[in-house]
């Protein structure tokens, strides 16, 4: 560790929250995200209104972030951002921030992959939370990704097993839309299943060979499965929205419990951490616990906070980075798509 404290401010805007923090060392001092609600009456994230929101939160979000660390924009040592993936528009509006910041306090700009970030942020010096220890599985699951990463060291890391279509977020939200729940829809999926029984109402598993994975197939199962029932009982689903919301996310746990358990198999690696928005679900936390004990996995579930988009898990990587001196230039693109 260095021999002075080594501030990073890291910026993240890849979808549709504007987010901050700064990091002394591998300590979270500050994290701060500004949510954007315009896109609830559109039942999802609306890119232009996206990028338009980043530009009016990113000043006063750094603002904040830089506030309640109780420094100067002089004491940073760098300023890290997401580079991608992600919007294009979004991504542009905090790559373009940072490049400023950083040339005009003329300090190093640190570009930072989003799904890298959500792995490492089990590196965030957090008390009570255990780092695992390489090499081990990670399991990134938000709305756009469902990936299924071997990790060897920060950044060596090597997709094993990833969704052929729908991420799982995505599965979890169009689900909600079909059921007529308001948008984001896959937190009140996790809310109603929690009052339900998993075993109420039976779907059919996709068969992927490999550790890859398939929603699209459950999605339209559930389609059909509602229009059928609801030509019968237009009061279906109010009537057993519990039963059908738990069942549901029973069968999703399933598939990436048994692909996750493949992989273990597979690699001999029993460490395993989940990451990514989706991993805020608490069936699938409480799933994982009970792997732990059933087959002797280590586990690894990161804080709430550090679950969702934010920028803690930039200021990690940033940090990392930082140290092994990875820095960037003002030629650096933002990248909509981009692989480990």
């Known amino acids: 560790m260095p021999e002075k404290p080594v501030y990073i401010l890291a910026i993240e805007s890849s979808c ?72 294009m528009g979004s991504l542009l509006v905090g790559s373009s921030f940072a490049k400023s910041l950083a040339l005009a306090l003329n300090i190093p700009l640190i570009a ?3 799904m890298q970030a959500h792995i490492l942020a089990h590196f965030i010096d957090e008390e009570g939370y255990d780092k695992p220890e390489f090499p081990f599985l990670a399991m990134t699951i938000s709305g756009g ?64 060979p490999g550790l890859d994975f398939s ?62 928005g989706v991993s805020a679900n608490s069936g699938i936390r409480e799933t994982l616990k009970q792997a732990e004990k059933k087959y002797g996995w280590k586990t690894f579930i990161p804080k709430f906070e550090y679950t969702t988009d934010n920028a803690a898990m930039i200021g990690i990587v940033g940090y990392r980075k930082y140290l092994e001196e990875q820095f960037t230039d003002a030629t650096v693109t933002s990248k909509a798509r981009i692989t480990f």
Do not use: W
Not at 233 to 253: G, K, L, M, R, W
């Open 215 to 276: 929603f699209s197939g459950l999605k339209t199962q559930i389609l059909y499965f509602i229009r059928k029932n609801t030509a019968e009982n237009p009061e279906f689903v109010q009537q057993h929205i519990a039963d059908i919301c738990a069942s549901i996310q029973y069968t999703i746990i399933t598939i990436l419990m048994d692909k996750l358990k493949e992989a273990v198999k597979e690699t001999g690696i029993k460490q395993v951490a989940i990451g990514g």
């Open 112 to 114: 930072v992959n989003h």
């Open 16 to 87: 549709d929250d504007t987010a901050a923090a700064v990091l002394k060392n591998d300590k979270v001092v500050s994290n701060v995200v500004a949510r954007q609600s315009v896109h609830e009456e559109y039942g999802g994230v609306v890119p232009e209104l996206a990028s338009r929101a980043h530009q009016k939160n990113i000043v006063p979000v750094v603002d904040v972030a830089l506030t309640k660390a109780g420094i100067s924009r002089e004491q940073l040592a760098a300023v890290a951002f997401t580079q991608g993936p992600g919007l």
């Open 145 to 208: 990704h469902t990936q299924i990463v071997r990790v060897n060291d920060y950044f060596d890391m090597q997709v094993i097993g990833e969704t052929t279509d729908d991420a799982v977020g995505e599965a979890f939200d169009k689900t909600a839309k079909i059921l007529g729940l308001p948008y984001p829809g896959g937190p009140l999926v996790d809310k109603y299943a929690r009052e339900g029984n998993p075993k109420a109402f039976a779907f059919t598993k996709p068969k992927v």
